[in-house]
């Protein structure tokens, strides 16, 4: 996937300066570059995303928050291994990775997608219901992208993401 433009949403969410998100109320667009770090134009509407989540409560949320009301293009998956499978074949435009997955950390997961040249320059944006700050501090710095908070509201999940990748291109 080359470059998307974020269309307009009226809900995202805000970075109060802690990596931490918080819903907000606004209209954007935005232009977004490619994994080379180019500016491209194109409708973010139908962006590949791949969500390694082992819940299965949490993926049927986010299915519908995602599809439904976000426009993503989302498959799933619960745990890393088949995470790592499944991105090699896919090829997202962006990784969703949870904290805690069953067979490794979501920490472990990412630092091994980043050894697949053709991975390595994905965005990531880690979804994690852990509180503690030096925690949340250390997924921010390993993605390079704000931290969103489980329990997530499913009306904001998708103006969250768009508002993350915003500020990886920023």
Known sequence: FVGVKLAARQHFAADGGDGVLVAQHADFDLARTNHAGFHEDAAIEGARILYVEDSILVQKIARIALRDIGGFCVEFCTNGVEALVMAAHSMPDLLLLDRNLPDMSGMELLKRLRRDAAL????????TATTDTQDLEELRK????????????PKFLAGEIERCWQSAVV
């Open 120 to 127: 390595k320059n994905v965005p990531v944006i880690f979804i």
């Open 142 to 153: 390993l993605s390079q992208m704000p931290v969103i908070r489980k329990p997530f509201n």
